[in-house]
C-alpha cells in the first residue's frame, strides 16, 4: 500500500467509523500493525514481537538503550594502532547501557578503539563472568543498526531514514511504517546520545585524556560515569541535563 492510498484510509476510518488514537496507539499504527498482520500472514503473538506492541507503545518493554562511544586514549607506540577508530584518532571504545532517565545502568571499559561496537557487545554476552544485565523475558534493549537484531535486542530498519534531524528535514515528512518505526526508535534511543552528551561536555578528560596507564584511563571513564549518575540523581536543575534533555539534541562523539 502507497502512502497516498493509506493517509485516504486513515482519513475514512476517522471521518466514518469510530476507530481513534488510543491510549499508546495511534490510529495509524493500529493500522499499520492490522495491515502487517493481514499482508505477512503473521499471528498476533508475531506481531506483538515484531511490533513490541501488546495494548502499550515501544517502550513500555523497553528496559534501556546501548551503544558504544569513544573517549580518548594515550596508548603505547607498540600498540597505539590498535587504538586508532575510524578517524585514525587514538580511543579506546566504551559500552554503555543507559536509562530512560539517563542513568547509566552498565558501563564497559578496555576496548581498544579499532574494536568495533557489536564485538564489544557480544564478547559480554558470551562472558559468564560479565554481570551484563540481560533484560527479562518479553523486554529488550533498544541498539542502533550496528547491532544484531535478536531477541532482548531490538534495532532499526536497515536503509531506511533513521536519525532524528533526518526526519525533521524532509519536506514529506515520515513515509511508511518503517519509516515511522524508525523514528519512534531514534526518539527513544537518542537517551544514549544525550548521556554521552552531557558526559563529555561535563569531563573534558574524555576527549582529551591526559597520559595515565591505559588502566587508570579505563578507570577515570568508569568514575566519570558514576559522578554523572550522582548528579543526575541529587542536583535537580543541572544545566547540562536541563541543556541535552531536549529531545534530539546533539551529542559529543568521537568517531
Excluded at 234 to 247: A, K, M, T
Amino acid at each position: 500500500m502507497y502512502r497516498p492510498c493509506f493517509e485516504m484510509l486513515i482519513q475514512v476510518l476517522r471521518q466514518q467509523t469510530s476507530l481513534q488514537n488510543s491510549r499508546y496507539l495511534t490510529l495509524e499504527e493500529q493500522v499499520m500493525i492490522f495491515v502487517y498482520v493481514i499482508s505477512q500472514k503473521a499471528t498476533n503473538r508475531m506481531a506483538m514481537g515484531d511490533w513490541q506492541h501488546s495494548g502499550s507503545t515501544i517502550s513500555i518493554n523497553c528496559v534501556g538503550a546501548i551503544d558504544g562511544t569513544h573517549i580518548a586514549a594515550h596508548a603505547p607506540a607498540d600498540v597505539a594502532n590498535n587504538f586508532r577508530g575510524r578517524k585514525s584518532t587514538v580511543t579506546s571504545n566504551m559500552l554503555a547501557i543507559c536509562s530512560f532517565d539517563m542513568l547509566f545502568t552498565y558501563i564497559v571499559t578496555g576496548w581498544e578503539g579499532a574494536v568495533d561496537d557489536s564485538r564489544v557487545l557480544t564478547t559480554q554476552l558470551e562472558d559468564p563472568t560479565s554481570g551484563f544485565p540481560h533484560p527479562p523475558p518479553g523486554k529488550y534493549y533498544l541498539v542502533d543498526s550496528g547491532y544484531s537484531n535478536k531477541p532482548g535486542f531490538l534495532a532499526p530498519f536497515r536503509n531506511i531514514p533513521y536519525h532524528l534531524r533526518d526526519a525533521r528535514r524532509r519536506a514529506g515528512g515520515i513515509n511508511g511504517p518503517t519509516e515511522l518505526f524508525n523514528y519512534r526508535h531514534a526518539s527513544l534511543r537518542n537517551c544514549i546520545e544525550k548521556c554521552f552528551g552531557v558526559l563529555k561536555a561535563r569531563f573534558p578528560i574524555l576527549r582529551y585524556m591526559t597520559n595515565f596507564s591505559l588502566i587508570r584511563q579505563w578507570e577515570i571513564a568508569i568514575c566519570c560515569c558514576v559522578l554523572h549518575n550522582f548528579i543526575r540523581l541529587h542536583n535537580c536543575g543541572d544545566p547540562l541535563f536541563d541543556r541535552y534533555g531536549v529531545d534530539g539534541y546533539a551529542a559529543f562523539r568521537l568517531r
